[in-house]
């Protein structure tokens, strides 16, 4: 019986400082990531290429979220998700992965939004976590 006691005792020991290591990270990498916003913030809007400028970033729970704005000229906002997005999706994930390796190992995610420049309306989204960079590490 005494025995007993003492493993349940020693098994929520664990729990608990189990659980107090999670709430530690998760406040640590909400640091991170206000950190990353406040530095990624200023100067912003950027202009990246002809047609996309970097309008936000934003921090959701534990994702970085870049916002951008792309200026679809005489596309589709159908067209450019059909057309545009899978090829970007490819190349965005690729580049994530390597550059942010650490981020996502302690379970920070990112997350790129594009918005039609002119109507506001949402493009599409590319969630990247560790599980889409598997492949690359």
């Known amino acids: 019986m005494m025995v007993r006691l003492l493993l349940a005792a020693l098994l929520l020991n664990i729990v608990i400082y189990a659980e107090n290591n999670v709430s530690?990270?998760?406040?640590?990498n909400r640091q991170i990531l206000q950190m990353m916003q406040s530095e990624l913030s200023k100067g912003l809007p950027k202009k990246i290429d002809t047609y996309t400028t970097l309008i936000g970033v934003e921090v959701e729970n534990q994702t970085l979220?870049?916002?951008?704005?792309?200026?679809?000229?005489?596309?589709?906002?159908?067209?450019?998700?059909?057309?545009?997005?899978?090829?970007?999706?490819?190349?965005?994930?690729?580049?994530?992965?390597?550059?942010?390796?650490?981020?996502?190992?302690?379970?920070?995610?990112?997350?790129?939004?594009?918005?039609?420049?002119?109507?506001?309306?949402?493009?599409?989204?590319?969630?990247?976590?560790?599980?889409?960079?598997?492949?690359?590490?």
Do not use: W
């Open 65 to 137: 979220v870049y916002i951008y704005a792309i200026n679809t000229s005489a596309k589709s906002d159908e067209s450019v998700r059909r057309d545009d997005m899978p090829r970007m999706q490819r190349a965005i994930i690729q580049g994530e992965c390597r550059r942010s390796k650490i981020h996502f190992e302690n379970g920070m995610d990112i997350e790129y939004r594009y918005r039609n420049a002119l109507s506001h309306a949402e493009l599409f989204r590319i969630h990247i976590s560790y599980d889409n960079c598997r492949q690359f590490y």
């Open 24 to 28: 530690k990270k998760t406040t640590q």
